[in-house]
């Protein structure tokens, strides 16, 4: 099976652009999770998806949105970027709601903002 | 407020002997637990979890314990290897009375097993 896939691996973007971040999960996998990983916080959480629909969101502003689709791809976005938002951006999926299936990770976006 | 904690930033093992990674967390709604393994560049690697209904779980050489009284536990590496040399995430899930994947994560440990 393919492993989770984040594009793109590298963004560097100027404040105050959005950026547009995917995800594909693996396959029949229909959870999708993203994180934000810095040197100073670690790794937070940002919001998680199930079948479309956003079930948990963490404590960031709304700038962070997200969204998933029917094949349970997703994406998130940021808008009006600022210096702190740069980041490894994370995406996640897992099996089913709430059996015991760990989450398994992509590589990350690497998204500088200058 | 840290809810999952790595009190040791680094650890430094000789190839052969065992690593032991701890982690402490102050929720008691966590009932899942997860360590993952991380490489510069690349997305944490799932290594092992529990439920909070058992106090051990065996994966090769990795073994997780869990001390719900203590609100503590810890990752076990037998024999290390060099190749195990990466960051140590612990992270903590309150997947009890909810529908959730979230995690928790720790700061993280760096392995350094050396030859």
């Known amino acids: 099976k393919a492993g989770v896939t984040q594009t793109p691996r590298y963004l560097i973007k100027t404040r105050g652009q959005q950026v547009t971040l995917s995800c594909s999960p693996i396959?029949?996998?229909?959870?999708v999770s993203w994180y934000q990983q810095t040197p100073g916080q670690g790794l937070q959480f940002l919001f998680e998806?199930?079948?479309?629909?956003?079930?948990n969101k963490g404590n960031f502003p709304g700038r962070f949105s997200g969204r998933q689709f029917s094949n349970s791809r997703s994406e998130m976005n940021v808008s009006t970027l600022e210096l702190g938002d740069s980041a490894l951006y994370l995406c996640?999926?897992?099996?089913?709601?709430?059996?015991?299936?760990?989450?398994?990770f992509g590589n990350g976006t690497r998204l500088t903002v200058t | 407020d840290q809810q999952v904690k790595q009190n040791s930033p680094s650890l430094s093992v000789q190839e052969g002997r065992i690593s032991i990674l701890n982690c402490d967390y102050t929720?008691?709604?966590?009932?899942?637990f997860l360590w993952y393994k991380k490489y510069p560049a690349e997305g944490p690697t799932f290594l092992i979890s529990?439920?909070?209904?058992?106090d051990k779980n065996e994966d090769g050489r990795f073994t997780v314990f869990l001390n719900k009284s203590a609100k503590h536990l810890s990752l076990h590496i037998v024999p290390s290897q060099p190749g195990d040399s990466a960051v140590y995430f612990c992270?903590?899930?309150?997947?009890?009375?909810?529908?959730?994947?979230?995690?928790?994560f720790g700061t993280g440990t760096l392995l350094a097993v050396q030859p």
């Open positions: 996640a999926s897992s099996g089913y709601g709430t059996d015991n299936s760990p989450l398994h």
């Open positions: 396959s029949g996998h229909r959870s």
């Open positions: 998806y199930f079948s479309e629909t956003q079930r």
């Open positions: 929720n008691s709604m966590f009932d899942y």
């Open positions: 529990i439920s909070s209904i058992k």
């Open positions: 992270a903590a899930s309150p997947r009890q009375g909810g529908a959730t994947n979230k995690l928790i």
